[in-house]
C-alpha cells in the first residue's frame, strides 16, 4: 500500500476527507534523507511522491529524486503523475475527482520518471552518463538488469556496454 507524502496541510485534508488515509505532508518540498529514514523505521516500504504538479512542484520532485531518494536503498519509490494545467496538486484534483480516479492515476517509477524529464536533444551516451548512476544504486540485480535493458533499448546503446558501466560505477 505504502504513503502518499504530498506538499502541505490542504492536500494531506483533502485526501483523508476522501478517505485516503496513508498519506503525509511533508510541508513543502524540503524531503530529507531523515524523513525517509524514520518512514523506514516504521515498516513503510513504497513512497509515493505527490508534490505539487506544476513546474515548481516538478522541479522539487526532480531534485528529491536526484540527490535524496538514492540515499535510502530498500524503499520503492514512485511518482504520482497527473497532467492538466488547471489542477497544480491533489486538494485541487480531490475537489473535482474522486479517491478512486486518484489512486488510478498511474505511478511513474524513478527511472522512468528521470528518463522522461530528458532532454530529446543530448546524445544517447549522455542519456547513460545520466541514467547509469541511478541503476547502479539500485540493490536487486535483477531489477538493474531490467533497468540496463531498457536503457539499452532507448538509447541503441548495446546492453553489455551499459552493463559494464553500470557495474563499475
Not at 112 to 136: G, H, T, W, Y
Amino acid at each position: 500500500k505504502g504513503i502518499y507524502l504530498v506538499e502541505g496541510p490542504g492536500d494531506l485534508c483533502a485526501a483523508h476527507s476522501k478517505g485516503i488515509t496513508n498519506v503525509g505532508a511533508v510541508m513543502g518540498t524540503a524531503i530529507t534523507e531523515d524523513h525517509l529514514l524514520e518512514l523506514k523505521k516504521l515498516g513503510i516500504r513504497k513512497i509515493i511522491l505527490c508534490l505539487n504538479w506544476d513546474d515548481a512542484g516538478q522541479k522539487a520532485t526532480a531534485r528529491i529524486v536526484d540527490t535524496i531518494l538514492p540515499k535510502v536503498n530498500e524503499l520503492s519509490y514512485y511518482i504520482k503523475i497527473f497532467e492538466d494545467e488547471n489542477i497544480k496538486d491533489v486538494d485541487d484534483f480531490l475537489k473535482e475527482k474522486s479517491a478512486e480516479e486518484f489512486l488510478a492515476l498511474p505511478e511513474s517509477g524513478l527511472f522512468d520518471f528521470k528518463l522522461s524529464r530528458l532532454s530529446n536533444n543530448i546524445s544517447a551516451e549522455e542519456v547513460c552518463v545520466q541514467m547509469v548512476p541511478m541503476i547502479a544504486t539500485e540493490s536487486s540485480a535483477i531489477k538493474r538488469s531490467l533497468l540496463t535493458k531498457s536503457l539499452s533499448e532507448y538509447t541503441n546503446v548495446p546492453f553489455e556496454a551499459i552493463e559494464s558501466d553500470v557495474e563499475t560505477n
